[in-house]
């Protein structure tokens, strides 16, 4: 909710402006406040990606080992 925190400095100036000014005001607020979250969201997105892209890789290590040494096991019973 942090992003909220320019609508207070809004509602201290809201006395002295006009109508139209403080839709501006609040509109440019919200906006920076959404471009705000939106950058801390992405990266916690591409942290997240990137998380599950080292966990993928590892299970993909793991299993060509186990289908390898199953592939070897296998090769000398039918052998």
Do not use: C, W
Not at 44 to 69: D, F, G, H, N, P
Request: positive net charge; charged residues 25%; aromatic residues 6%.
């Amino acid at each position: 909710m942090i992003f909220l925190l320019p609508f207070a400095a809004a509602k201290a100036a809201a006395a002295t402006i006009t109508l139209g000014e403080m839709i501006a005001i609040t509109a440019t607020t919200v906006g920076i406040g959404a471009g705000i979250k939106g950058a801390i969201d992405y990266n916690k997105a591409k942290k997240l990606k990137e998380e599950a892209a080292a966990e993928y890789v590892q299970m993909t290590k793991k299993i060509r080992r186990r289908s390898a040494k199953l592939k070897k096991s296998s090769m000398r019973l039918a052998a």
